[in-house]
């Protein structure tokens, strides 16, 4: 199938209001066209250094979405152009976005990472930890960040079950910090869901899928 085939697919499979970023990592300019061809405009990447190189080669009106382990070194590469950050995993890290952001007097849209998975590979804040440092004023303290939601991904497994289970919870602590805490007015967005398991996800309250593999088949690393 084509690239706008699997996209036009994966669109008829979300409910309305569900956005779709298609993660393009390592994934050329060439493949990605074609997704911009068929109207996606919201692309994700996890390498700031591929990122770069491949920007220049693709429409402006692209809105690149940072998906990956970020260095705090390096946000200042993408600081000038980025449209959200969806993997701030600790305070240091959201200063540094804050402190390069006000640097192009902007307010970059963040997401904050959190860990729910079983497996211990995955990065993310503890959902305690998150708690305690938005109550103690982490956002206010950033004012050239607007946390726009939190981000999480479940256990890379095929039980489709355990994965539900994983989001349910981030949905309920979403639900939780909006309610209790909410560090911006727009904290709305909910990021769950990769090609394996974005209907539990969906089905567990996700905004926002991050979708590689099952719109660009296989990533050659
Ligand atoms: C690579 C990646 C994705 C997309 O993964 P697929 O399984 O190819 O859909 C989504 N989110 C993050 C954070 C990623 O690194």
Redesign the pocket.
């Known amino acids: 199938m084509s690239i706008a085939q699997n996209m036009a697919h994966v669109k008829s499979t979300l409910p309305d209001g569900v956005t779709l970023v298609a ?1 393009s ?1 390592f994934h050329p300019p060439e493949i990605i066209r074609e997704a911009c061809d068929a109207g996606q405009r919201i692309f ?1 990447e ?1 390498r700031v250094q591929e990122l770069m190189a491949k920007r220049p080669l693709l429409p402006h009106d692209i809105e690149w979405h940072f ?2 382990t970020l260095q705090a070194n390096k946000v200042k590469h993408i600081a000038p152009f980025i449209s959200m950050i ?2 701030v995993d600790s305070a240091g890290l959201l200063k540094e976005v804050d402190k390069q952001a006000a640097k192009w007097h902007r307010t970059i849209r963040v997401l904050l990472e959190i860990y729910i998975a079983e497996e211990t590979s995955k990065h993310g804040f503890a959902m305690d930890e998150c708690r305690t440092l938005l109550r103690e004023g982490m956002a206010t303290a950033c004012p050239n960040v607007c946390i726009a939601g939190l981000m999480g ?1 479940a256990t890379f497994t095929d039980d489709m079950e355990q994965a539900g289970r994983e989001f349910k919870r981030l949905h309920t602590f979403f639900e939780e910090i909006k309610n209790d805490c909410p560090p911006s007015d727009s904290f709305t967005e909910l990021s769950m869901g ?3 398991d974005y209907l539990p996800a969906v089905a567990n309250g996700s905004t926002m899928v ?5 719109i660009f088949g296989e ?1 050659h690393y």
């Open positions: 993660v990592k994700g996890s998906v990956g969806q993997s991904m990769m090609s394996g991050r979708i590689g593999s099952a990533r």
